[in-house]
Nanobody
Framework: QVQLVESGGGLVQPGKSLRLSCAAS????????MGWYRRTPGKQRELVAV???????NYADSVKGRFTISRDNAKSTVYLQMRSLEPEDTAVYYC????????????WGQGTQVTVSS
């Protein structure tokens, strides 16, 4: 089992920064890629950023240059540093992890709300 718990969400003004954290527990040695997704009511969940165990990253075009994903394998934690936040970034942000088991599967966190408003 792998459990993911997100934290760090909140209400921020446009242009400000926020850092999200996602702490993994359980079979953390089986985790490969981790990522952040977001969902706004009425919209499909979308990929924000992903990072491999070795540190390779990829970003959605909408956040490229503003968001940075990173991970601390020793702490089994992945982060999303969000800069120059825009109202369009308002969403529930979910952490996920690709887990290698008998059959690989994806574990999801419960989500953390980010609201960008003046």
């Amino acid at each position: 089992q792998v459990q993911l718990v997100e934290s760090g969400g909140g209400l921020v003004q446009p242009g400000k920064s926020l850092r999200l954290s996602c702490a993994a527990s359980g079979s953390v040695g089986s985790i490969n890629t981790m990522g952040w997704y977001r969902r706004t009511p009425g919209k499909q969940r979308e990929l924000v950023a992903v990072v491999t165990r070795s540190g390779s990253t990829n970003y959605a075009d909408s956040v490229k240059g503003r968001f940075t994903i990173s991970r601390d394998n020793a702490k089994s934690t992945v982060y999303l540093q969000m800069r120059s936040l825009e109202p369009e970034d308002t969403a529930v942000y979910y952490c996920n992890a690709e887990v290698y088991d008998v059959v690989p599967f994806i574990s999801w966190g419960q989500g953390t709300q980010v609201t960008v408003s003046s």
